[in-house]
């Protein structure tokens, strides 16, 4: 008897942990940082700041670990406290959605889909930091599992759209950044819900298959990820 799996698991009463943890990391570094530049008027004098944020434009000496270590640090309270309430209002709904592990793993592909824009697109030398990459996958997946559950999806376009907007009339945003992380973050929460249906045949879409085709979409994204934004950085320091 065929056994079709679920490609969303909704556990209403579970504690999004996750999410948590993730608001508290944000939050130690940025007190951190803080401590280290001697208060909040200029946090580049932060050695965590200069060694984590993202360069684009002139490379970063094989500091490939930036791409990562962007994405937990922000300029100003302001800065961290609108990314980390809009983590917690779009996350902890939907790491009930996809489970744990699928959503920290769609976060960080969005993290580094926008990290891999930044190095790719962006002109001239210039210093990105902040998750708003990641929360920009997270609306991205949003928006796609409100496609795929047939949903109202007006108020979820209508929040990109303004987001977008404000994006490009506030200087100082990463666009770029934001744009890639929805695009990769679209593609993460597709890689889990649509992939394994659109590949699988129906007498194979057991729990098992559908989890492990996400699986394989999700690392082949971070993936993609990373050699966009490595080969770009390498480009960068040679030219």
Not at 59 to 72: A, I, P
């Amino acid at each position: 008897m065929n056994a079709a799996a679920p490609t969303i698991d909704v556990a209403s009463h579970t504690k999004p942990y996750v999410t948590y943890a993730l608001i508290a990391i944000n939050v130690l570094i940025f007190g951190a940082v803080v401590l280290q530049a001697g208060g909040f008027t200029n946090l580049g004098r932060s050695t965590i700041m200069q060694q984590g944020a993202l360069i684009s434009g002139g490379g970063f000496e094989n500091e490939y670990w930036r791409l990562v270590t962007s994405g937990f640090l922000h300029w100003s309270v302001t800065h961290l406290a609108v990314n980390m309430f809009s983590l917690y209002l779009i996350g902890a709904d939907l790491e009930r959605l996809f489970g744990r592990g699928r959503y920290l793993a769609v976060y960080l592909v969005g993290l580094l889909g926008g990290s891999a824009a930044v190095m790719a697109l962006e002109p001239g030398l210039k210093a990105t930091a902040g998750a708003s990459g990641a929360i920009y996958g997270l609306l991205g997946a949003l928006l796609v599992v409100v496609l795929k559950l047939k949903l109202p999806a007006t108020t979820v376009i209508a929040v990109i759209v303004i987001n977008v907007v404000l994006s490009l009339s506030i200087p100082g945003i990463s666009l770029l950044g934001h744009l890639g992380g929805l695009v990769f973050g679209s593609a993460a929460a597709a890689a889990v819900i649509w992939l394994p249906v659109k590949i699988l045949p129906p007498e194979k879409q057991t729990y098992q298959q559908v989890t492990k085709i996400g699986w394989y979409g999700l690392t082949a994204l971070a993936v993609i990820a990373l050699v966009i934004g490595t080969s770009f950085a390498v480009e960068a320091s040679l030219g």
